[in-house]
């Protein structure tokens, strides 16, 4: 393996690429993984299906059912991944014994099992509210319901989650990026777009105005394009949050699903990014009407670790994952799409950066195509089997050791 690394490597020299200084910048860009691709967005409430415009298909078995079972999952995940790790919980996944507790009173200590283990994992804690699976949720509206009572709920639910996420940032020492996605939208074209807008942005005001301190815990407000039973109008549209996070200090998170089939984020992080201080990604796939298939190595995957790459967004740009498929086995779901993220990230710091920007200043866009195309079929595996290797992680057989989870401990699952 070394010498077909060292191959490898000296091809890269030669185009001026310094590998172990990308190995090195990859081990601290942290990659975001989402604790609900483990149990299809289920959490331990009990909760009848999922709503909320969003869609888990596929029955495989092994879903992971309570938390002891999903942490066991993301243990042998993160054994699959190299690089820094982070985890991202949703509110659903509050641990109350038992006992229902509302969401609107849900505190730090019903997440203290998760943080334990975080701290254990020496993993930093990500955090979302839920706005979705709840009976709170009228007529397919939260935050931005015309019902005051409704909106109530929904502004305590959020501001209970900034606690929990401020909690999880003291503890570990490690800033949580709490995101606020809402599902709230209409299946039919709305008379009225404008009051519903006014009144999603009044309750997140009155969340945001309790007090969090930003070194523990920063906010990030999340855009869509449509939902299933909200295609006419979605309340939180792209502009809709660009203004309010630009107007308000926040992260804007964008999330790759969640556009027009032919727009992409990648191009939207430069352009964010001269008026932001910081954003969040929910690196994700659209198929047709689907925003949440499986990360794989597509064009726009390595277009949005480049954009990162390029302008140094390191540490301005959170990378989080985004979708679940219940149709193939769920850790391998979990781990292509994470080991894709990581994989992108590292194509990205090793590409000619230096002969290709040479030619785009030169005028030679002839030659800035042509290294941009063979760039795609230099040696790079020898250098992502080295970086796992490096860090006590398989290559690809990874997948017969998910197999073997597979056979001893998921398929055991009722
Ligand atoms: C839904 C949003 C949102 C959710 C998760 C579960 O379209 O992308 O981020 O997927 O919060
Ligand atoms: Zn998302």
């Given amino acids: 393996?070394?010498?077909?690394?060292?191959?490898?490597?000296?091809?890269?020299?030669?185009?001026?690429?310094?590998?172990?200084?990308?190995?090195?910048?990859?081990?601290?860009?942290?990659?975001?993984l989402h604790c609900w691709q483990g149990d299809d967005v289920a959490g331990f409430e009990n909760s009848d299906a999922l709503d909320g415009g969003i869609a888990v298909t596929g029955n495989y078995p092994g879903r992971a059912r309570n938390a002891d079972e999903l942490r066991a999952d993301?243990?042998?995940?993160?054994?699959?991944?190299?690089?820094?790790?982070?985890?991202?919980?949703?509110?659903?996944?509050?641990?109350?014994?038992?006992?229902?507790v509302k969401r609107n009173e849900i505190e730090p200590k019903h997440f203290a099992r998760w943080a334990d283990w975080a701290k254990e994992h020496e993993l930093g804690l990500d955090f979302n509210p839920s706005y979705f699976s709840h009976p709170m949720m009228k007529d397919g509206l939260t935050?931005?319901?015309?019902?005051?009572?409704?909106?109530?709920?929904?502004?305590?639910?959020?501001?209970?989650?900034?606690?929990?996420?401020?909690?999880?940032?003291?503890?570990?020492?490690n800033t949580c990026i709490t995101n606020f996605w809402v599902p709230d939208g209409f299946k039919d074209t709305p008379f009225d777009r404008l009051s519903p807008r006014e009144r999603l942005?009044?309750?997140?005001?009155?969340?945001?105005?309790?007090?969090?301190?930003?070194?523990?815990?920063?906010?990030?407000?999340?855009?869509?394009?449509?939902?299933?039973?909200?295609?006419?109008?979605?309340?939180?549209?792209?502009?809709?949050?660009?203004?309010?996070?630009?107007?308000?200090?926040?992260?804007?998170?964008?999330?790759?699903?969640?556009?027009?089939?032919t727009e992409v984020i990648s191009d939207k992080i430069t352009s964010t990014l001269m008026f932001l201080d910081e954003i969040l990604l929910h690196v994700s796939r659209g198929v047709r009407w689907d925003s949440d298939h499986v990360v794989t190595m597509t064009e726009e995957l390595r277009a949005i670790a480049e954009e990162i790459v390029r302008?140094?967004?390191?540490?301005?740009?959170?990378i989080g994952l985004d979708y679940f498929d219940a149709s193939i086995n769920r850790v391998m779901a979990w781990t292509i799409g994470a080991r894709n993220m990581y994989k992108a990230l590292l194509m990205a710091l090793t590409e000619p950066a230096a002969i290709i920007r040479k030619a785009e200043k030169s005028g030679d866009k002839s030659s800035r195509l042509a290294w941009m195309e063979e760039a795609k079929t230099l040696p790079f595996g020898a250098l992502w089997e080295e970086y796992c290797r490096r860090n006590n992680v398989p290559g690809a057989n990874w997948i017969d050791e998910a197999k073997t989870y597979e056979k001893e401990v998921l398929a055991k699952r009722g």
């Fill in 74 to 100: 993301i243990e042998k995940v993160l054994s699959f991944l190299p690089g820094k790790k982070r985890l991202n919980l949703h509110a659903i996944y509050a641990e109350t014994d038992g006992k229902p």
């Fill in 143 to 173: 935050l931005s319901s015309p019902d005051a009572g409704v909106r109530r709920f929904w502004v305590e639910h959020g501001i209970a989650c900034r606690t929990i996420a401020e909690s999880f940032g003291k503890k570990l020492r």
């Fill in 311 to 318: 302008h140094n967004y390191d540490r301005r740009v959170h």
């Fill in 1 to 32: 393996m070394a010498s077909m690394f060292d191959a490898a490597k000296k091809v890269y020299e030669d185009l001026g690429v310094d590998v172990e200084a990308a190995f090195k910048r990859l081990d601290q860009i942290p990659v975001s």
């Fill in 201 to 261: 942005a009044d309750s997140l005001d009155k969340i945001f105005a309790s007090p969090c301190n930003p070194r523990y815990n920063r906010d990030a407000v999340e855009c869509k394009l449509f939902g299933i039973g909200a295609e006419s109008c979605t309340v939180g549209s792209h502009e809709f949050y660009m203004g309010y996070a630009m107007k308000n200090g926040k992260l804007l998170c964008l999330d790759a699903g969640h556009f027009h089939p």
